[in-house]
């Protein structure tokens, strides 16, 4: 049980494009996604917390209106990179907690490049 | 002082060592820990959660917290190449539902 599941895995995408990535509970609801961004060879740092059905609470220093999120449904939230630069290139991942037994459940991540 | 302190050095050990790896933390607060394996280019992968002090095993793992020392450990037993990996401590509490991670230790079994 608790599986989270991120689409694409990887997305390559022109300068000032958007890209939307996909996060979902396949076995279980999640009020509460978090997004983080992931350098190479670093830890994982968090982006924002999203809430369904509300706005999205974004960390210090996270540009929320280059990193739009939607948490429409209880199984579902987005993350829409918009108008992507090659410094957005990096390596995005969601993750959700199924309930105070569970620890959080990560996705597969989404490798990012902008070129 | 960070919240998480967890040695980054990379760790390489035999096929059928016992791999150690630990975490230090400030936060006396925290209640849930977690270590979580991530293989290149892959999200992390949940491996051990705990809640408070004491041991948990898992078939050839097993997590140790010990809350008075602020500190806690990951062991695999029977070390083998698919374990390597980075591994990452992580916990919460407190009232924050927020993760608190450690740097990541690189693990490398060699066969």
């Known amino acids: 049980g608790a599986v989270v599941s991120q689409h694409p895995s990887w997305v390559i995408c022109k300068s000032g494009t958007s890209v939307k990535i996909e996060c979902r509970s396949l076995d279980f609801q999640a009020t509460t996604m978090f997004w983080y961004r992931q350098f190479p060879k670093q830890s994982l740092m968090l982006m924002a917390t999203?809430?369904?059905?509300?706005?999205?609470?974004?960390e210090q220093g996270v540009e929320k209106d280059k990193f739009l999120i939607n948490h429409a449904s209880l199984t579902l939230s987005t993350l829409t990179v918009t108008s992507a630069h090659p410094e957005d290139s990096s390596f995005y991942i969601c993750?959700?907690?199924?309930?105070?037994?569970?620890?959080?459940?990560f996705g597969s991540g989404t490798r990012l490049t902008v070129v | 002082q960070k919240e998480v302190e967890q040695d980054p050095g990379p760790l390489s050990v035999p096929e059928g060592a016992i791999v150690s790896l630990n975490c230090t933390y400030s936060?006396?607060?925290?209640?849930?820990f977690m270590w979580y394996r991530q293989y290149s280019r892959k999200g992390p992968e949940l491996l051990m959660y705990t809640y408070s002090s004491g041991n948990k095993e898992d078939g050839r793992f097993t997590a140790q917290v010990d809350k008075s020392s602020k500190y806690i450990s990951l062991f695999i037993r029977d070390s083998q190449p698919s374990d390597s990996a980075t591994y990452l401590c992580a916990m919460m509490g407190g009232g924050n539902n927020r993760l608190a991670f450690g740097k990541g230790n690189q693990v490398v079994v060699i066969p």
């Open positions: 999203s809430n369904e059905g509300s706005k999205a609470t974004y």
């Open positions: 936060n006396s607060a925290f209640q849930y």
């Open positions: 993750s959700a907690r199924a309930g105070a037994n569970y620890g959080y459940t």
